[in-house]
């Protein structure tokens, strides 16, 4: 057939070979019944992708889902993959397969876990498609015990117990007392080199605490430069957001500016009016004052409008009186809720017991024959 594709080795002196030429050119089509098992035709197109994921997600085995392909295909001799690889790709769609709103509940979660205490700390990694990929999160709890027993830190990645099949990898260091103490934990889509990258990075990108004995930022706000020093040399050339509080932000939406001190003419129309204007060009004020190129744009269409809107005095000054219907009348009047009943018997209507009566009944007597003895006597 003249074909020169081949692989040359040379048996060296220690034991060893070394291939001395190779050459991958082919002269011929290999046979697609042997070619398929190489690993450079091993490849799950968009198109087969997106059928493995349908069937997987209607419920339909692997096994029948390979098999159409097949048949699709016209035979396995013409199937560029392997069921081993449908398996793979399917494995790794459901890893990063979460359920219905469950990114979304978690990203709410850890951002109402940092409100409540600033110090929990975490970090999310998404796909191409917005999908959740990586997660890694510490609590203020585990940082502070890193920072007295952070010299020893083991990682595994043995915990499989989630519904999405994510490896549970936890940072775990030892205390005083050779007990295992937890330092942080992550949930990743992959065993790779790239996953693992990711995650060492988020672990040692812990927001650094800084405090001094100045305390400046304490009743300041404001870090001093002994803080400022330490954050350098710790190989920080960013200051960390928590340490930038709103009142020095130049980008912060000053919305308090915005609120109505006044509580007169509130329930006339001309000032019913002018509130609902000036509602819709606050959010257009905010937006454009950001950059010089929008305000002067949005203040010569200000201008432009001043033209088409001219002064109360152009205009019909009458004042027009509202005849519709009052609705005091029509409004039905609203009752208090009904009284629930107490559980038991009223106190009204106590049940007594018949020796409680008796015992009031012998009373009474013994009063009744007190009483006519006193009369009797005098």
């Excluded at 059928?51 to 013409?78: C, Q």
């Excluded at 020893?152 to 994510?166: E, G, P, S, W």
């Excluded at 305390?215 to 930038?244: D, N, W």
């Excluded at 454009?288 to 203040?299: G, Q």
Aim: charged share 25%.
């Amino acid at each position: 057939m003249g074909c020169k594709a081949r692989i040359n080795a040379v048996l060296n002196v220690g034991g060893g070979y070394t291939i001395s030429k190779v050459i991958l050119d082919h002269v011929h089509a290999c046979s697609p019944g042997k070619a398929r098992h190489f690993r450079c035709f091993k490849k799950v197109d968009a198109r087969v992708a997106k059928r493995l994921e349908i069937n997987d997600e209607a419920g339909i085995r692997l096994s029948k889902n390979f098999k159409s392909l097949v048949v699709e295909a016209g035979g396995y001799e013409n199937c560029a993959f392997r069921e081993k690889e449908c398996r793979n790709y399917i494995d790794k769609a459901r890893r990063l397969r979460l359920g219905v709103g469950g990114g979304v509940t978690l990203c709410n979660y850890f951002e109402d876990m940092q409100k409540r205490n600033p110090e929990f700390y975490y970090k999310i990694d998404v796909d191409n498609e917005m999908r959740l990929k990586n997660v890694f999160w510490a609590d203020a709890r585990s940082r502070a015990v890193y920072e007295s027993f952070g010299d020893v830190i083991t990682f595994d990645t043995t915990y499989l117990t989630n519904a999405y099949k994510m490896p549970f990898a936890p940072f775990v260091g030892v205390n005083h007392h050779g007990q295992s103490i937890l330092l942080g934990c992550g949930l990743i889509s992959n065993e790779d080199a790239d996953t693992f990258e990711w995650l060492f990075q988020s672990w040692l990108q812990y927001p650094l605490d800084v405090k001094c004995s100045c305390k400046l930022f304490e009743f300041r706000g404001i870090l001093c430069r002994h803080a400022l020093r330490v954050l350098t040399q710790m190989g920080q050339h960013t200051i960390p957001s928590k340490y930038i509080l709103d009142r020095w932000r130049k980008d912060i939406k000053r919305k308090y500016t915005f609120v109505k001190s006044s509580y007169d003419t509130t329930s006339i129309d001309d000032a019913r009016r002018y509130d609902r204007i000036q509602n819709c060009f606050y959010e257009l004020c905010s937006n454009a004052s950001k950059a010089e190129s929008s305000c002067v744009k949005l203040i010569s269409q200000i201008e432009q409008l001043k033209t088409q809107y001219p002064g109360i005095a152009d205009h019909d000054t009458s004042n027009t009186v509202d005849t519709a219907p009052s609705t005091e009348a029509s409004t039905p009047r609203v009752l208090s809720p009904l009284v629930v009943r107490s559980k038991g018997r009223p106190p009204s209507k106590r049940k007594v017991h018949p020796a409680e009566k008796s015992i009031k009944k012998s009373s009474t007597k013994r009063r009744l024959h007190n009483n006519q003895v006193e009369l009797h006597f005098y």
